[in-house]
């Protein structure tokens, strides 16, 4: 199972930016997906997440109403909307799948995901 997060860069304060995960592998199988951030120092923390069968998300607080998740089924691919973006928001950001072998919910922790991707810096400035 491989998952590539591509899209991050740098942008202002106050723009957008759209960070995509593509998931691929012959044994890919999952029932979640979800968008992880580590800012240096820190702790790598939950930011949303998706049900791959029914769409339901999920939310860190510190985003809702900025940022959106959404996924394409048929190319095994979530994406991450970010609207009015902050400095804060500056990380590191990471996808990652939850196998279909586990129950389906929507965890907000990092041991709720088996596989991770390699991560895409975004970076805010003020």
């Known amino acids: 199972v491989q998952l590539q997060a591509s899209g991050g860069g740098l942008v202002q304060a106050g723009e957008s930016l759209r960070v995509t995960c593509a998931a691929s592998?012959?044994?890919?199988?999952?029932?979640?997906m979800g968008w992880f951030r580590q800012a240096p120092g820190r702790e790598r923390e939950f930011v949303a997440a998706v049900s791959w069968s029914t769409g339901t998300t999920n939310y860190a607080d510190s985003v809702k109403g900025r940022f959106t998740i959404s996924r394409d089924n048929a190319k095994n691919t979530v994406f991450l909307q970010m609207n009015s973006l902050k400095p804060e928001d500056t990380a590191v950001y990471y996808c990652a799948a939850r196998s279909s072998g586990r129950s389906r919910i929507i965890p907000e922790y990092t041991s709720g995901y088996d596989y991770w991707g390699q991560g895409t810096l975004v970076t805010v400035s003020s």
């Open positions: 592998g012959p044994t890919f199988s999952s029932n979640t």
